[in-house]
């Protein structure tokens, strides 16, 4: 399984011509896509999402929440801000979904880097 962020997915409806969309398109024809929970919500909180997009997110796995997921997420995102390293709250709820699942995100987001070295998250794409 691969994860799929909100940024290449953005990408890639839109025929964004990259690495991230490559493998955003790859993991949907091979059925290795999934979601974090967060993403999900923020690409169906777009009013301007195109019906056929939002069902087809819909019916892709999604990344349990796992018991202690809240106090992980809490805990990496402090480890970020005492670095004084941007630790935008979805980004972390995303990174932590991933990493409680060891699953590699798929993203265009540079934010996500300090999540690789704070917490192990582990990226493609970009």
Known sequence: MIALDSSALIGFFAGAPDRASDLVDQSLADRQACLPPVVLTEMLSDPKLPRDVGELLAQLPRLD??????????ALRAKLLRLKRRAPLADTLIAQSCIDHDVALVTRDLDFRHLVRAGGLRLVGG
Do not use: H, K, S, T
Request: hydrophobic residues 40%.
């Open 65 to 74: 929440v796992l018991d202690g997921y809240w106090e992980r997420a809490g």
